[in-house]
């Protein structure tokens, strides 16, 4: 069965940096969209970055172009976020998700990711 797993969350201060990392396992991985959202309390989830396994196609939020960046090592099956510059807007459960098998990110739109992890929280005082 499929299974995100993330890590890597925990407490920073505003202008501190955070890499989140999730292995991916239970798809074939190098043909889906993979994307990274948060949940802060009381708002709605909101999608963060994306990555074309394929392709290496990138895609960001407006609200983190140029702190966030998405890769992959694909050879583990992870794709990554490394966040920078990180402020208290930033405080969130992160999550990582997996779209639709063969389907690029341009094709998908941000509610249609299908396989969830259980995510990792970020807090930034």
């Known amino acids: 069965h499929v299974q995100l797993v993330e890590s890597g969350g925990g407490s920073v201060q505003a202008g501190g940096s955070l890499r989140l990392s999730c292995v991916v396992s239970?798809?074939?991985?190098?043909?889906?969209?993979m994307g990274w959202f948060r949940q802060a309390p009381g708002k709605e989830r909101e999608g963060v970055a994306r990555?074309?396994?394929?392709?290496?196609?990138?895609d960001y939020a407006d609200a983190v172009k140029g702190r966030f960046t998405i890769s992959q090592d694909k050879a583990k099956f992870t794709v990554n976020l490394q966040m920078n510059s990180l402020k208290p807007e930033d405080t969130a459960m992160y999550y990582c998700?997996?779209?639709?098998?063969?389907?690029?990110?341009?094709?998908?739109?941000?509610?249609?990711?299908?396989?969830w992890g259980q995510g990792t929280q970020v807090t930034v005082s």
């Open positions: 990555i074309y396994t394929r392709s290496d196609i990138i």
């Open positions: 998700a997996a779209g639709v098998f063969g389907r690029s990110c341009d094709r998908l739109s941000w509610g249609d990711f299908r396989y």
């Open positions: 239970g798809v074939y991985y190098y043909n889906f969209c």
